[in-house]
């Protein structure tokens, strides 16, 4: 990353804080509990200092790594099918994208009925909501692999589940890591939502406490760290690998 962006998003952090000091300072929200700068920093340190914060990221995370799996593995099964099979996919190919529509909080209601407050529960909600996101992009992998591609492969003689392996699944890669990236940030944003309407550890879990508590600065500070933790693994993880393969296959330059 380029020191010059580097500083423009630290000059832009600094006068979002300072924004925030601002409106604290002149008292604009008199009738509700608005906290400032420090208040939520504060809360943030405590959170951390007695071990709160980090229990809760440490189950999120543990969440998130599970249903993440499952949801790419699911995904990734139900686009091949799709992308494969001409039948499946003009039979349920409309229902694929009905269900990747559906908002993740939707899916909890049904989740809790199923499985209880349970942490199952929670996962449930994270496989669902980054499956469906996962299997349209490799069901759009798979269409979108160059015909000559194909039609070079078979003039070789190569058919079959080779010509899948050794001509389709190579030139599906970029699209597979697209379908990752967005699977991450679907499943990150249905784990906060099953995680509010758990019994279990979490930060959404978290988030709801502080709200029952009327402890706005913790609320702040917690929607901070899964607002942080969403950017950061988004440009150090996801957007580098999805960068590096498309350098690697001459998308980009």
Not at 128 to 156: C, E, K
């Amino acid at each position: 990353m380029k020191l010059t962006i580097v500083i423009k998003r630290v000059l832009f952090l600094i006068a979002v804080i300072g924004l925030w000091q601002f409106i604290y300072s002149i008292d604009v929200f008199a009738d509700i509990i608005f906290p400032s700068p420090i208040q939520v920093f504060t809360a943030l340190y405590d959170g951390f200092a007695s071990g709160d914060f980090v229990k809760a990221l440490g189950a999120s995370l543990k969440h998130l790594l599970i249903g993440l799996s499952l949801a790419i593995l699911f995904g990734t099964i139900v686009g091949v099918i799709f992308g494969k099979s001409k039948q499946a996919d003009e039979t349920a190919g409309m229902y694929l994208v009905a269900l990747q529509s559906i908002p993740s909080i939707v899916w909890v209601p049904l989740a809790i009925m199923l499985f209880g407050f349970t942490e199952f529960a929670v996962v449930f909600v994270v496989v669902l909501g980054g499956t469906f996101v996962m299997g349209l992009n490799v069901r759009s992998a798979i269409h979108n692999v160059p015909p000559q591609f194909i039609r070079a492969a078979r003039t070789m003689g190569t058919k079959g589940f080779g010509l899948f392996y050794r001509v389709e699944v190579p030139a599906s890669i970029p699209y597979f890591m697209s379908g990752i990236r967005l699977a991450w940030a679907f499943s990150w944003r249905a784990l906060m939502a099953g995680e509010l309407l758990s019994n279990g550890p979490g930060l959404g879990y978290s988030l709801r406490y502080a709200q029952d508590y009327a402890r706005m600065d913790q609320v702040i500070g917690i929607i901070i760290i899964i607002g942080l933790i969403g950017a950061v693994v988004d440009q150090l993880v996801f957007s580098k690998l999805e960068k590096n393969v498309m350098k690697r296959w001459g998308l980009v330059k």
